[in-house]
């Protein structure tokens, strides 16, 4: 070890600085009382040879760790990272581990203080949640260990810097794709089987009290000598293409993440339902232009590239262009689709300036539209009006939460499906409704 790296990792612990502001008391005592002057001078002598010590055996073996990540963080959700301390010394260790976390958790007083026996290795763990999508690099891990002695503190600085990228919420998927028969409630969407009438043919079965009797099928009847009946499954590879906007009302918080990435979260989500059922899923994103355009496939490798393509997405939150939106939707999109465009309207106004371009692409496409309610809002309805600013307040929340409300009915007037949502529910809602759609055989 070179005489820099000791100096840099050698450190005096609070113990040896309490002992030697010990020593120093008894030396001024022993100025007035000259017979105690015996005391410090030994209390030194024996300080300076527990430190000589000390040194010897902090310095002749070596403390490991490793910091162990996820290949990729899941945006909003918690991330484990786990840290091992292996202690190669021949006596146990008092050891404080820093980690030093990415610049995005803004967390600077991050530490564990533990106990390793010698020969042993001591595993912990703790957990982060990003708030947004992009790099986070982590720094080297300290470790400060201290022997028994406890007044030499050395410092070990392991491993070098380490980046985990943070992708949109994949961590949600599983709950997804584990689900029984049934459909979507407040614990995750299900995927379920509905029999009914479609243009796709499954097969001819034996009637049953319950059955339908306009799908009796006559000729099969006559040839088996009972009644039989038609079954129909719901048609499958539909085009579901998600719609992003990343305009400026798209930038407001809830909870550390924007609505944006509650929306890009939810489309990662709902397009793995829908490759699941058989369905084909595609991306569209926007602001000023058409930013991300992904035809809708069913390929193997289609939930991947939905994933990069979710990962990459950057916004400058400009004013939305959904005029170009529509030129986009009408020139690309060749067959009939189900477009879930998440975006948000924060009055009946921008509502209305948006509308005749929603009206546009409803014509050619089945449109559902989602948008957030704000929270916020609920917050100030609810509280208690003490001044004339406060009555003021109240007012205006709830003339907002009206439009709000007024927007889902203006857009069903025009057969323009929608989805009113809080942000944390924005998932479920949404996959319940495009459940809802493939019940009902609206596409």
């Known amino acids: 070890m070179s005489l820099v790296n000791f100096y840099l990792s050698y450190y005096l612990s609070r113990r040896a600085y309490l002992w030697g502001g010990g020593i120093v008391l008894l030396f001024i005592c022993a100025f007035f009382i000259p017979s105690l002057i015996v005391v410090p001078k030994f209390g030194s002598l024996f300080l300076l040879v527990c430190i000589l010590l000390d040194t010897f055996l902090m310095y002749r073996n070596v403390l490991v760790a490793q910091r162990e990540t996820p290949q990729r963080f899941s945006n909003g959700d918690l991330n484990t990272v786990r840290i091992a301390v292996e202690n190669q010394y021949p006596f146990s260790l008092q050891v404080r581990v820093i980690d030093e976390l990415p ?5 600077r007083n991050f530490f564990r203080d533990g106990n390793v026996p010698s020969g042993r290795t001591w595993h912990f763990g703790y957990e982060v949640q990003p708030k947004e999508r992009g790099e986070y690099l982590f720094g080297k891990l300290l470790v400060f260990a201290r022997s028994p002695l406890g007044l030499v503190n050395r410092r070990f600085s392991i491993g070098d810097q380490h980046m985990v990228p943070v992708y949109p919420s994949y961590l949600q998927l599983r709950r997804f794709q584990l689900k029984g028969p049934g459909s979507a409630d407040e614990s995750g969407p299900q995927r ?3 029999l009914g009438r479609s243009m796709e043919f499954e097969q001819i079965k034996d009637y049953v009290p319950g059955d339908d009797y306009r799908t009796i099928n006559w000729k099969a009847s006559a040839r088996k ?5 038609n079954t129909f499954v719901e048609e499958r590879s539909q085009h579901i293409y998600c719609v992003i906007d990343k305009g400026r ?7 550390g993440m924007t609505l944006l990435d509650y929306a890009i979260n939810a489309s990662l989500a709902l397009l793995s339902v829908a490759l699941q059922r058989q369905d084909k899923a595609g991306l569209i994103t926007f602001s000023k232009r058409i930013d991300q355009f992904l035809p809708a496939e069913r390929q193997a490798t289609q939930m991947e590239a939905v994933m990069e393509a979710l990962y990459h997405q950057e916004t400058a939150f400009n004013e939305s262009d959904f005029e170009n939106l529509y030129g986009q939707v009408r020139g690309r999109l060749k067959q009939r689709s189900l477009l879930i465009l998440f975006t948000n309207f924060e009055s009946i106004h921008s509502l209305r300036r948006q509308l005749p371009y929603l009206r546009s692409i409803g014509r050619y ?8 309610d704000n929270t916020e809002l609920h917050a100030l309805q609810k509280q208690n009006a003490k001044s004339l600013e406060d009555i003021y307040i109240k007012t205006l929340a709830d003339r907002f939460l009206y439009e709000k409300k007024l927007m889902a009915k203006e857009l069903a007037q025009y057969g323009i499906l929608s989805v009113f949502t809080s942000p944390e529910n924005l998932t479920i809602q949404t996959v319940n409704k495009y ?3 493939k019940a009902r055989q609206a596409l």
Do not use: A
């Open 103 to 107: 610049v995005q958790f803004q967390n």
């Open 192 to 194: 379920f089987r509905r």
């Open 225 to 229: 000598g009972q009644l039989m009946v």
């Open 249 to 255: 009302l798209m930038k407001m918080p809830f909870e």
């Open 365 to 372: 496409h089945l449109l559902l539209t989602v948008f957030f």
């Open 435 to 437: 459940l809802e759609i």
